[in-house]
T-cell receptor, first 115, second 115 residues
Framework: DTGVSQDPRHKITKRGQNVTFRCDPI?????LYWYRQTLGQGPEFLTY????????KSRLLSDRFSAERPKGSFSTLEIQRTEQGDSAMYLC?????????????FGSGTQLSVL | AQSVAQPEDQVNVAEGNPLTVKCTYS??????LFWYVQYPNRGLQFLLK??????LVKGSYGFEAEFNKSQTSFHLKKPSALVSDSALYFC?????????????FGGGTRLMVKP
Protein backbone atom coordinates (compact mmCIF):
# COMPACT_ATOMS: atom_id res chain seq x y z
CA ASP A 1 0.00 0.00 0.00
CA THR A 2 1.82 3.05 -1.29
CA GLY A 3 -0.98 5.43 -0.33
CA VAL A 4 -2.66 8.14 -2.36
CA SER A 5 -0.20 10.39 -4.15
CA GLN A 6 -0.84 13.82 -5.58
CA ASP A 7 1.25 15.89 -7.95
CA PRO A 8 2.38 18.61 -7.75
CA ARG A 9 2.57 19.41 -4.05
CA HIS A 10 2.52 23.12 -4.75
CA LYS A 11 1.43 25.16 -7.75
CA ILE A 12 1.73 28.91 -8.16
CA THR A 13 0.02 30.41 -11.17
CA LYS A 14 -1.16 33.73 -12.49
CA ARG A 15 -4.81 34.58 -12.72
CA GLY A 16 -6.29 33.43 -16.00
CA GLN A 17 -3.91 30.52 -16.51
CA ASN A 18 -5.00 26.88 -16.65
CA VAL A 19 -3.71 24.33 -14.16
CA THR A 20 -3.96 20.56 -13.94
CA PHE A 21 -3.46 18.34 -10.91
CA ARG A 22 -2.97 14.60 -10.83
CA CYS A 23 -4.03 12.03 -8.27
CA ASP A 24 -2.93 8.40 -8.11
CA PRO A 25 -5.20 6.45 -5.76
CA ILE A 26 -4.42 3.25 -3.94
CA UNK A 27 -4.31 0.72 -6.74
CA UNK A 28 -7.21 -1.53 -5.77
CA UNK A 29 -9.57 1.31 -4.87
CA UNK A 30 -12.56 1.80 -7.17
CA UNK A 31 -13.68 5.14 -5.80
CA LEU A 32 -11.79 8.41 -6.11
CA TYR A 33 -12.81 11.75 -4.60
CA TRP A 34 -11.72 15.34 -4.98
CA TYR A 35 -12.13 17.80 -2.11
CA ARG A 36 -11.10 21.43 -1.70
CA GLN A 37 -9.87 22.89 1.57
CA THR A 38 -9.38 26.59 2.19
CA LEU A 39 -7.45 27.98 5.13
CA GLY A 40 -9.29 27.51 8.39
CA GLN A 41 -12.04 25.42 6.85
CA GLY A 42 -12.82 21.77 6.56
CA PRO A 43 -12.58 19.93 3.24
CA GLU A 44 -15.49 20.49 0.85
CA PHE A 45 -16.60 17.78 -1.56
CA LEU A 46 -16.10 18.54 -5.25
CA THR A 47 -16.66 15.32 -7.19
CA TYR A 48 -16.22 11.57 -7.14
CA UNK A 49 -15.65 8.69 -9.53
CA UNK A 50 -16.49 5.05 -9.34
CA UNK A 51 -14.02 3.44 -11.69
CA UNK A 52 -14.04 5.73 -14.76
CA UNK A 53 -17.57 7.06 -14.24
CA UNK A 54 -18.01 10.49 -12.64
CA UNK A 55 -21.09 9.90 -10.49
CA UNK A 56 -21.47 13.07 -8.47
CA LYS A 57 -20.48 16.71 -8.81
CA SER A 58 -20.88 19.44 -6.23
CA ARG A 59 -22.33 22.84 -7.01
CA LEU A 60 -18.86 24.11 -6.07
CA LEU A 61 -17.54 22.61 -9.27
CA SER A 62 -18.07 25.46 -11.70
CA ASP A 63 -17.82 25.15 -15.47
CA ARG A 64 -14.15 26.09 -15.23
CA PHE A 65 -13.42 22.86 -13.37
CA SER A 66 -13.22 19.48 -15.05
CA ALA A 67 -12.17 16.14 -13.66
CA GLU A 68 -11.39 12.93 -15.47
CA ARG A 69 -10.47 9.38 -14.63
CA PRO A 70 -10.10 7.90 -18.09
CA LYS A 71 -9.02 4.36 -17.27
CA GLY A 72 -10.39 4.08 -13.78
CA SER A 73 -6.94 4.52 -12.28
CA PHE A 74 -5.37 7.96 -11.88
CA SER A 75 -7.45 11.14 -12.07
CA THR A 76 -6.81 14.70 -13.19
CA LEU A 77 -8.48 17.89 -12.04
CA GLU A 78 -8.17 20.86 -14.41
CA ILE A 79 -9.05 24.43 -13.58
CA GLN A 80 -9.37 26.77 -16.53
CA ARG A 81 -8.97 30.54 -16.35
CA THR A 82 -7.95 30.43 -12.71
CA GLU A 83 -9.21 33.08 -10.31
CA GLN A 84 -7.78 34.19 -6.99
CA GLY A 85 -10.71 32.52 -5.25
CA ASP A 86 -9.47 29.18 -6.55
CA SER A 87 -6.50 29.37 -4.18
CA ALA A 88 -6.88 26.38 -1.87
CA MET A 89 -5.57 22.95 -1.03
CA TYR A 90 -6.99 20.34 -3.42
CA LEU A 91 -7.27 16.96 -1.77
CA CYS A 92 -7.72 13.59 -3.40
CA UNK A 93 -9.00 10.53 -1.59
CA UNK A 94 -9.79 6.97 -2.53
CA UNK A 95 -11.69 4.05 -1.10
CA UNK A 96 -12.76 0.55 -2.07
CA UNK A 97 -16.43 -0.10 -2.70
CA UNK A 98 -16.66 -3.07 -0.42
CA UNK A 99 -15.37 -3.65 3.06
CA UNK A 100 -13.99 -0.53 4.68
CA UNK A 101 -15.90 1.73 2.32
CA UNK A 102 -16.69 4.23 5.04
CA UNK A 103 -13.02 5.05 5.39
CA UNK A 104 -11.37 7.44 2.96
CA UNK A 105 -7.62 7.46 2.33
CA PHE A 106 -6.39 10.96 1.61
CA GLY A 107 -3.37 12.21 -0.25
CA SER A 108 -1.25 15.10 1.02
CA GLY A 109 -2.92 17.51 -1.36
CA THR A 110 -1.91 20.08 -3.96
CA GLN A 111 -1.64 23.64 -2.67
CA LEU A 112 -2.73 26.09 -5.37
CA SER A 113 -1.86 29.78 -5.14
CA VAL A 114 -3.35 32.08 -7.78
CA LEU A 115 -1.61 35.44 -7.98
CA ALA B 1 -28.89 19.30 3.93
CA GLN B 2 -26.49 17.87 6.44
CA SER B 3 -24.00 19.93 8.41
CA VAL B 4 -21.31 19.41 10.99
CA ALA B 5 -20.23 21.97 13.56
CA GLN B 6 -17.07 22.09 15.61
CA PRO B 7 -17.65 24.97 18.03
CA GLU B 8 -14.03 25.36 19.15
CA ASP B 9 -11.34 26.61 16.80
CA GLN B 10 -8.66 25.52 19.26
CA VAL B 11 -8.44 23.33 22.33
CA ASN B 12 -5.49 23.62 24.70
CA VAL B 13 -4.68 20.85 27.16
CA ALA B 14 -1.71 19.86 29.26
CA GLU B 15 0.05 16.60 28.55
CA GLY B 16 -1.41 13.78 30.65
CA ASN B 17 -4.76 15.48 31.07
CA PRO B 18 -7.95 14.22 29.43
CA LEU B 19 -9.03 15.94 26.24
CA THR B 20 -12.36 16.50 24.51
CA VAL B 21 -12.91 17.90 21.04
CA LYS B 22 -16.55 18.73 20.40
CA CYS B 23 -18.69 17.97 17.36
CA THR B 24 -22.39 18.34 16.67
CA TYR B 25 -24.20 17.27 13.55
CA SER B 26 -27.38 17.85 11.65
CA UNK B 27 -28.28 14.96 9.38
CA UNK B 28 -31.63 13.63 8.28
CA UNK B 29 -32.11 10.13 9.56
CA UNK B 30 -29.35 8.14 11.18
CA UNK B 31 -25.88 9.42 10.43
CA UNK B 32 -22.56 7.83 9.85
CA LEU B 33 -20.00 9.89 11.81
CA PHE B 34 -16.24 10.08 11.55
CA TRP B 35 -13.18 11.72 13.01
CA TYR B 36 -10.10 12.46 10.92
CA VAL B 37 -6.79 14.00 12.00
CA GLN B 38 -4.49 16.18 9.89
CA TYR B 39 -0.84 16.55 10.75
CA PRO B 40 1.25 19.29 9.06
CA ASN B 41 2.17 18.45 5.44
CA ARG B 42 0.28 15.19 5.61
CA GLY B 43 -3.10 14.02 4.38
CA LEU B 44 -6.11 13.50 6.59
CA GLN B 45 -5.97 10.23 8.48
CA PHE B 46 -8.96 8.24 9.64
CA LEU B 47 -9.30 7.94 13.43
CA LEU B 48 -12.65 6.31 14.08
CA LYS B 49 -16.22 5.96 12.93
CA UNK B 50 -19.72 5.43 14.24
CA UNK B 51 -22.01 3.42 12.02
CA UNK B 52 -24.38 1.65 14.36
CA UNK B 53 -24.37 -0.21 17.66
CA UNK B 54 -22.44 0.78 20.76
CA UNK B 55 -22.47 4.54 21.31
CA LEU B 56 -18.85 4.54 22.46
CA VAL B 57 -16.46 3.81 19.65
CA LYS B 58 -12.74 3.30 19.97
CA GLY B 59 -10.22 4.28 17.36
CA SER B 60 -6.58 4.78 16.61
CA TYR B 61 -3.95 6.20 18.98
CA GLY B 62 -6.14 5.72 22.07
CA PHE B 63 -8.90 8.03 20.90
CA GLU B 64 -12.58 7.30 21.43
CA ALA B 65 -15.81 9.10 20.64
CA GLU B 66 -19.29 8.99 22.08
CA PHE B 67 -22.36 9.16 19.89
CA ASN B 68 -25.23 10.97 21.62
CA LYS B 69 -28.38 10.95 19.53
CA SER B 70 -30.46 13.18 21.80
CA GLN B 71 -27.78 15.88 21.78
CA THR B 72 -26.77 15.18 18.16
CA SER B 73 -23.16 15.12 19.26
CA PHE B 74 -20.11 13.01 18.55
CA HIS B 75 -17.34 14.32 20.81
CA LEU B 76 -13.80 13.01 20.47
CA LYS B 77 -12.05 12.06 23.70
CA LYS B 78 -8.80 10.71 25.04
CA PRO B 79 -8.08 9.93 28.70
CA SER B 80 -4.49 11.17 28.67
CA ALA B 81 -3.20 13.59 26.04
CA LEU B 82 0.23 13.37 24.45
CA VAL B 83 2.24 16.23 22.93
CA SER B 84 2.25 14.22 19.71
CA ASP B 85 -1.57 14.45 19.60
CA SER B 86 -1.22 18.12 18.64
CA ALA B 87 -2.85 18.40 15.22
CA LEU B 88 -5.96 19.52 13.38
CA TYR B 89 -9.03 17.36 13.99
CA PHE B 90 -12.04 17.13 11.71
CA CYS B 91 -15.45 15.67 12.42
CA UNK B 92 -17.41 14.46 9.40
CA UNK B 93 -20.79 12.98 8.60
CA UNK B 94 -22.34 10.96 5.85
CA UNK B 95 -26.00 10.31 5.28
CA UNK B 96 -26.88 6.64 5.44
CA UNK B 97 -28.52 6.68 2.01
CA UNK B 98 -25.50 8.34 0.42
CA UNK B 99 -24.26 5.55 -1.76
CA UNK B 100 -21.24 7.49 -2.88
CA UNK B 101 -19.75 7.89 0.58
CA UNK B 102 -19.32 11.65 0.24
CA UNK B 103 -18.45 13.24 3.55
CA UNK B 104 -19.46 16.60 4.99
CA PHE B 105 -16.72 17.98 7.23
CA GLY B 106 -16.78 20.40 10.11
CA GLY B 107 -14.47 23.38 10.14
CA GLY B 108 -11.82 21.67 12.21
CA THR B 109 -10.40 22.10 15.72
CA ARG B 110 -6.73 22.63 16.41
CA LEU B 111 -5.59 20.63 19.41
CA MET B 112 -2.54 21.94 21.24
CA VAL B 113 -1.06 19.67 23.90
CA LYS B 114 1.57 21.38 26.01
CA PRO B 115 4.26 19.55 27.98
Amino acid sequence: DTGVSQDPRHKITKRGQNVTFRCDPISEHNRLYWYRQTLGQGPEFLTYFQNEAQLEKSRLLSDRFSAERPKGSFSTLEIQRTEQGDSAMYLCASSPIEGTNEKLFFGSGTQLSVL
Amino acid sequence: AQSVAQPEDQVNVAEGNPLTVKCTYSVSGNPYLFWYVQYPNRGLQFLLKYITGDNLVKGSYGFEAEFNKSQTSFHLKKPSALVSDSALYFCASREVNNAGNMLTFGGGTRLMVKP
